[in-house]
């Protein structure tokens, strides 16, 4: 058997329809090796991403393109105090033509030795994509920009990231390191990998968790603006993390804490921090 099993790079798909930002592709792999674990690999520049684990030895995607809104990308600077637009260019005329929007879907998957790569690398359209895996495959996710990350029924070790958009996930068990920079990580474990630690971070949106009242697990909570709200038999208390240094004849301690919480005698690590939004946890 061909090492590369399939290989589906950069498709390119002209509108069949009037109304092209309906229309949706369907594809799938069949795994290389469909009786080992599988690996996912997608970055999205504009979008959305859905990914659900199922039964089965196939990679599913569902794909369309939405129309995008650009004004983003055109907003005005700011100079000496005003704003204004900057023009790389002279603006030439349109008279007598009309705008054609570009309806083109372009997309690359592959799969190699149970490894799936999905990108989209443009930024003027955006790519909703439906994804459906083994439920033992492990992720690694990226999206720029354009919509929210949602994560279903997966038992894989998973790596995310979503520069503006949410990211969700239910059915998880981890380990789990999420990254989101002004909006909310919303994760309910179905039950928690005990090899690595998971860790959610936030800049300024909220963490909110669900784990199982089986779970054995420890908490930590770092934030610095806003406030824990826990529905935990358990209480959290400070734990204190302190480090000296003596350089030059200046002496310096430097104190860092956080929030624990163990639970059921204590396990793997749960982080989770954000410096201006609020952490919720909950017992399911």
């Given at each position: 058997m061909?090492?590369?099993?399939?290989?589906?790079?950069?498709?390119?798909?002209?509108?069949?329809?009037?109304?092209?930002?309906?229309?949706?592709?369907?594809?799938?792999?069949?795994?290389?090796?469909?009786?080992?674990?599988?690996?996912?690999?997608?970055?999205?520049?504009?979008?959305?991403?859905?990914?659900?684990?199922?039964?089965?030895?196939?990679?599913?995607?569902?794909?369309?393109?939405?129309?995008?809104n650009d004004a983003d990308h055109h907003k005005p600077h700011r100079q000496n105090g005003n704003y204004q637009r900057v023009n790389k260019s002279k603006p030439r005329s349109s008279e007598g033509l009309k705008s054609v929007k570009n309806n083109m879907l372009q997309l690359s998957i592959e799969e190699e030795d149970n490894e799936i790569d999905i990108s989209s690398e443009y930024s003027t359209q955006k790519v909703v994509l439906r994804i459906q895996v083994p439920k033992n495959t492990s992720l690694d996710i990226e999206l720029y920009q354009g919509g929210d990350i949602e994560i279903n029924n997966i038992a894989g070790a998973i790596e995310v990231s979503a520069f503006k958009g949410s990211i969700i996930a239910n059915g998880v068990s981890g380990p789990m390191v999420a990254e989101t920079h002004s909006t909310d990580i919303v994760v309910a474990f179905d039950k928690l990998a005990q090899e690595n630690p998971t860790s959610?971070?936030?800049?300024?949106?909220?963490?909110?968790?669900?784990?199982?009242?089986?779970?054995?697990?420890?908490?930590?909570?770092?934030?610095?603006k806003g406030e824990i709200l826990s529905g935990l038999a358990t209480e959290f208390v400070t734990t204190e993390d302190a480090t000296r240094e003596n350089k030059g004849g200046k002496q310096k301690i430097v104190i860092g804490g956080m929030m624990s919480a163990s639970i059921n005698g204590g396990g793997q690590d749960i982080t989770l921090a954000t410096y201006s939004g609020n952490v919720y946890v909950r017992s399911k």
């Open positions: 061909n090492k590369l099993t399939s290989v589906l790079a950069v498709l390119l798909l002209p509108a069949l329809m009037q109304n092209a930002y309906a229309l949706e592709r369907i594809y799938s792999l069949p795994l290389s090796n469909p009786e080992q674990p599988a690996s996912l690999s997608a970055e999205i520049h504009t979008g959305a991403i859905w990914i659900e684990g199922y039964d089965g030895t196939e990679v599913k995607v569902t794909a369309k393109v939405e129309e995008f959610l971070t936030t800049h300024s949106g909220n963490i909110d968790i669900s784990v199982g009242k089986e779970t054995a697990a420890k908490i930590n909570v770092q934030n610095y």
